[in-house]
């Protein structure tokens, strides 16, 4: 079956330094997307890329890179980790159709901590 | 930018009561999606509605879509423990642009007291 995963689930890491989320979907889809999520701020888009080598960014995109070499992987980079960085980050993915295609399929979430 | 309103923020009931969580978008709609996070859990997409006054219903959920496309509420009819979570909506703005951005509300934390 068609899946999104996210690697690892749990991450403690320092202040300034450098950490990368794994995101990786095997439903061919094109569309990918990194959230965060905090309390009282509900899901926030922090990047999403429409296809390889496309990246945008999104509401909350400072301190954070993501880059696309392939359809089924996008990357979350934090170049200099920071307390203010500490969350609940899922990556999601759809189709991309226009209309009514676009539901996101959420992976399970990675909770990263900086200490 | 765009902002979608969701209101309350948290909602405890009795089991077997009625619980309605409101959606409001400061733009048109192209759509509207409503997502559950069980605790601990991942956002699960539940429905999306498209057309202007729509309502669906799943089982005891009753979802509608406003004449306007601007706002959408989510009703559960007698609530039972298995409902617990938060409910999301949703927004993708009707920017024709091929735009696949949604904008989530910032969520119902929904409680169930048995």
């Known amino acids: 079956d068609a899946e999104i995963t996210q690697s690892p689930r749990h991450k403690i890491t320092e202040t300034g330094r450098q950490v990368t989320l794994a995101c990786h979907q095997t439903?061919?889809?094109?569309?990918m997307f990194w959230y965060r999520q905090d309390l009282g701020h509900g899901l926030r888009l922090i990047h999403y890329?429409?296809?390889?080598?496309?990246?945008n960014k999104g509401e909350v995109s400072d301190g954070y890179s993501v880059s696309r070499s392939n359809t089924e992987d996008l990357p979350l980079t934090l170049e200099s980790a920071a307390s203010s960085q500490t969350s609940v980050y899922f990556c999601?993915?759809?189709?991309?159709?226009?209309?009514?295609?676009?539901?996101?399929?959420f992976g399970p979430g990675t909770r990263l901590t900086v200490l | 930018g765009q902002q979608v309103m969701q209101i309350p923020q948290y909602q405890h009931v009795q089991e077997g009561e009625d619980f309605t969580t409101y959606c409001n978008s400061s733009?048109?709609?192209?759509?509207i999606q409503w997502y559950k996070q069980r605790p601990g859990g991942h956002p699960v997409f539940l429905i999306q509605?498209?057309?202007?006054?729509e309502v669906k219903k799943q089982k005891r959920l009753t979802f509608q879509f406003g004449e306007a496309k601007k706002n959408s509420s989510l009703h559960i009819t007698a609530t039972q423990t298995t409902d617990v979570g938060t409910y999301f909506c949703?927004?993708?703005?009707?920017?024709?642009?091929?735009?696949?951005?949604?904008?989530f509300g910032k969520g119902t934390k929904l409680s169930v007291i048995p």
């Open positions: 439903w061919n889809h094109n569309n």
């Open positions: 949703a927004g993708l703005r009707d920017s024709g642009a091929g735009s696949y951005q949604l904008t």
């Open positions: 509605l498209v057309k202007s006054g």
């Open positions: 890329s429409y296809g390889v080598h496309d990246t």
């Open positions: 999601a993915s759809n189709t991309g159709t226009q209309g009514r295609r676009n539901t996101q399929y």
């Open positions: 733009t048109t709609l192209s759509n």
